[in-house]
């Protein structure tokens, strides 16, 4: 049995501890925004957030996340009330097909959350890991840097 926390909701699930945290959160808990790539950790469609960190959820075993909270773009805001990096993807159109988005989006916040003013050259390090076979890298690199224009000027109105 594992415990695991995903989107701040608590789940006990009985499955094999190597299993693939992306399988369980696709097929466990029905959380489709994670995709299913290459599955082999080299494209980043598989995105999600382990505590702080963003990791590439097909090689990783669910038994690594047990305990820590996982976060995946549904976690990052709603139709009604999108978080800013979701926003921010809309409002730039950074999709074409979609299927790389989310994965983009985790990787995005990871990288926000601890930096809020990315340099560009900070931008596209950060995302490196993440591919994009339709090649709106462009597209969503500007969505980035207006997620972090909101994220900054949400952080300034409070004070921090
Ligand atoms: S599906 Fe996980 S990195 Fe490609
Ligand atoms: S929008 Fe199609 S793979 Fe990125």
């Given at each position: 049995m594992i415990n695991l926390n995903v989107n701040g909701q608590q789940h006990q699930i009985e499955v094999?501890?190597?299993?693939p945290l992306l399988y369980v959160l696709r097929?466990?808990?029905?959380?489709?925004?994670a995709k299913f790539g290459?599955?082999?950790?080299?494209?980043?469609?598989c995105t999600v957030l382990i505590g702080s960190s963003a990791v590439?959820?097909?090689?990783?075993?669910?038994s690594v996340a047990a305990g820590r909270p996982v976060r995946t773009?549904?976690?990052?805001?709603?139709?009604e009330n999108p978080g800013p990096v979701q926003r921010a993807f809309m409002e730039e159109q950074?999709?074409?097909?979609?299927?790389c988005i989310p994965g983009m989006m985790m990787r995005a916040q990871a990288l926000l959350e601890r930096n809020?003013?990315?340099s560009e050259a900070e931008i596209r390090t950060a995302m490196q890991p993440n591919l994009c076979r339709c090649g709106t890298h462009m597209r969503i690199l500007r969505a980035i840097r207006r997620a972090a224009r909101a994220v900054s000027a949400s952080a300034s109105a409070q004070g921090q």
């Open positions: 094999d501890p190597r299993t097929n466990e808990l029905k959380l489709n925004a290459c599955g082999l950790g080299q494209c980043g469609a590439f959820s097909c090689v990783t075993p669910v773009a549904e976690g990052l805001g709603t139709i950074a999709a074409q097909c979609g299927y809020s003013s990315p």
